[in-house]
C-alpha cells in the first residue's frame, strides 16, 4: 500500500525506517468509487490527499451554476483545497473521482505534528506545492493568452495520459472551449 | 536594512542569533529606480527578491506583444520567476519596478545552502510559496468567471495600497479590462 509513496517521498528526502513508519502511521487509506466527492463547496477541507491509483478532479461552480475545472489529478498528486486546509475555513472548491481511486490522506494535525516531529518532511511539502505553484502559473498563462489549439497542445503534453481517461466535455471546459470546438481541434491535430 | 525581513521571518519560525546572522550573510542588497527591470525573459533568473521597499511588477508578452500582468507585489513579497529559478532554466517572465525600491536578493546556489544548514527555512519558504498559491488560485477564479467590478473589488481588498501607487493602465490590464472601463467601474463603485 505504501511503496508508492514511499519511491515519491524518496525523490525529495532521506528518511530512516522510523520516520517512514511513522508517516505511514499519520495516513488514512481511502478507496472510493468513480464519481464520489472528496469535498463539497461550504465543507471544511481536513486532507491533503495522495493520489495511489486513479483520477480525480478539482473544481468549482461559478456565479451561473457552471463547473469550472481548475485542475485534474493522476497518480502521484496531491490534492486539496489548500485555502480550506491551511486557514480551517469552508471549502469554495469541489472534488471529485473520475475513477476508481485510492488515496492516502493525512488531516491538518497530524501534518502539523509530522512537521515537529520529522521536519524533512517540510522540504517534501515546499517542492510539492512549489510544482503545483508552477502549474497553476502555466495555466493562468495559457488561460488569459493562448489560443485554444495551443492550449490543447500544452496541456496534452503536461498531462499524457489524461485525454484517454477524462471525459472530453471536462477537458473542453478545462480549456474553455465547447466540446465541439475541441474534437474540431483534435481532429485538425491529428492530421498535421 | 535587515530587521523588516527578520520581523517576517520571526511569524514563521524561531531563530537563533547565529542563523539570523548566517541568513544576512547570504542576501544581497539592491537599491533601484522604478521603471528598473530586475529580470528579463529569455536570462536565467537567479534570484528570489524579498521586498523591503518599493512595488514591482510581474509580468509576460504574449503571442501578440501585449504585456500581461500576472501580479503586483509590494512590501513584504517575494518576486522571482519560480519556474526558472527552481529549475535554472531560461525565465519566460519579465519584473520590474514601478516604485524606487529596495530589495534583498538570494541566489539559487546559497538558497540550497541555507536550508542545508538551516533547515528551518523550508518551514519559512512552504508557507511563503503556500501563500502565493493561494493567491494565484484566486487570481485564475477571478479571471475565468467573475464579473469585471468584483475582480476589482477583490483586488483592491487584496492589495489596499495598490490602486494609489500603481498607473491605471497597468491594472485594468491586469483585471482584463480597458483603462476606459476601469474607469467607469471606479466611479459607479464610488457612487455606491
Redesign the interface.
Known amino acids: 500500500m505504501y511503496q508508492q509513496i514511499d519511491t515519491y517521498v524518496n525523490k525529495c528526502i532521506s528518511l530512516s525506517k522510523e520516520e517512514l513508519e511513522y508517516f505511514h502511521s499519520l495516513l488514512q487509506y481511502k478507496k472510493v468509487k468513480r464519481k464520489s466527492f472528496l469535498l463539497r463547496a461550504g465543507e471544511k477541507c481536513d486532507f491533503e490527499a495522495y493520489l495511489v491509483k486513479g483520477c480525480a478532479r478539482v473544481y ?1 461552480i ?2 451561473n451554476g ?1 463547473e ?1 475545472d ?1 485542475l485534474f489529478a493522476v497518480e502521484d498528486w496531491w490534492i486539496s483545497d ?2 480550506s486546509f ?1 486557514q480551517q475555513k469552508p471549502a ?1 472548491l469541489f472534488i471529485e473521482t473520475i475513477e476508481d481511486s485510492e488515496l492516502l490522506l493525512i488531516d491538518y494535525k497530524s501534518k502539523e505534528a509530522l ?1 515537529k516531529k520529522v ?2 518532511f ?2 517534501l ?2 517542492l510539492m ?2 510544482k ?3 502549474t ?2 502555466d ?3 495559457a ?4 489560443p485554444a489549439p495551443q492550449r490543447y497542445q500544452d496541456f496534452v503534453k503536461k498531462y499524457p495520459t489524461i485525454p484517454q481517461r477524462v471525459p472530453q466535455h471536462l477537458i473542453a471546459a478545462y480549456l ?1 472551449v465547447s466540446p465541439e470546438f475541441l474534437s474540431k481541434i483534435r481532429t485538425r491535430l491529428s492530421k498535421t
Open positions: 468549482y461559478d456565479e457552471f469550472v481548475l489548500l485555502a491551511s469554495t512537521f521536519p524533512k517540510e522540504r511539502f515546499r506545492i512549489q503545483a505553484y508552477e497553476m502559473m495555466r493562468l498563462i488561460n488569459i493568452s493562448k474553455g
